[in-house]
Every structure is written in structure tokens, then in C-alpha cells.
């Protein structure tokens, strides 16, 4: 095969990839405004085919998803350990730390443009009931996905 060919194949497979973004959601004890159990920032919109990178600040934080739009996209990452997950999946994804999640520590994903965010607000409706703290910031978090 030629160099240009190869080239051109090489183009068409890994162009996904080389636009797929990395981003960064921490989960932290204090956040930077000094609320507690917060994951930061608690809404990011990512495009398809894109990784968050969740890093907890210390050994009592994971991420683990509740709602999600199908459930290959389900996950939960180890306590303490930074963790990379891509999104394949358009939609919205509503991620709790397991220990903390009575406390609010709860997170939501947006995958792609011109989400229905329907689903996720009936989970996190559901969900409320059993949560203590910083309710107003989730549903202010889930107020954004459009
Ligand atoms: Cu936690």
C-alpha cells in the first residue's frame, strides 16, 4: 500500500480519536467554594466519543453511574483512584459517589447536543427523597442540559 493510502485509511479510522476530547470531573471532600461532598464541576457536556477523567481527592470517593440512557453505558470506578471512562452514548448521565450520595455528592454527564433531559430528571425526582444536601446545585446542574 502506498504511503498516501495508508495515510488516508489511518485519516478515516482514527480521525474519532483524534478529535475526542479528555476532560476532567474531580470528587472532592471540600469543593472550591467550600460546600461539602461536591463532584467538580458537578454538570459537564462532552461530545460523544469523548473521556472523563474522574479523580478523587482521597480513598472515600468513586463514581458510579444511576441513570443512564442505556445501560452499556453503566460504570462504577475504584475508591481513590483516578479514572478515565468514554462516553459512546448520547445522553445524559447522572453519576453519585456511592458512600456520600445521601449527602449529595452526585454529578451529571450531558453527551451530545440537544438532549432530552426527561429521563434524568425523573431519576433524580425519584432519587431527591433520600438526599440531604445540595439539592438546589443538582437541580440547578440539571436545569443546563439542552
Ligand atoms: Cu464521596
Redesign the pocket.
Known amino acids: 500500500m502506498s504511503g498516501f493510502k495508508l495515510f488516508t485509511l489511518c485519516l478515516l479510522l482514527c480521525s474519532g480519536a483524534i478529535n475526542a476530547k479528555d476532560h476532567t470531573v474531580k470528587?472532592l471532600t471540600q469543593g472550591s467554594d467550600g460546600k461539602m461532598?461536591v463532584f467538580e464541576p458537578i454538570f459537564i457536556k462532552i461530545a460523544k466519543g469523548d473521556t472523563v477523567n474522574f479523580v478523587p481527592s482521597d480513598s472515600?470517593?468513586n463514581a458510579k453511574s444511576f441513570s443512564v440512557p442505556s445501560e452499556k453505558s453503566s460504570f462504577e470506578t475504584p475508591y481513590g483512584k483516578a479514572t478515565k471512562i468514554t462516553f459512546n452514548e448520547e445522553g445524559v448521565i447522572l453519576v453519585k459517589?456511592v458512600?456520600?450520595f445521601a449527602l449529595g455528592?452526585i454529578g451529571v454527564v450531558q453527551i451530545g447536543d440537544n438532549i432530552d433531559s426527561a429521563k434524568a430528571m425523573a431519576s433524580w425526582e425519584k432519587a431527591k427523597v433520600s438526599v440531604a444536601m445540595n439539592k438546589e446545585a443538582i437541580d440547578e446542574a440539571i436545569s443546563k442540559i439542552k
Open positions: 470528587l461532598m472515600s470517593h459517589c458512600p456520600h455528592m
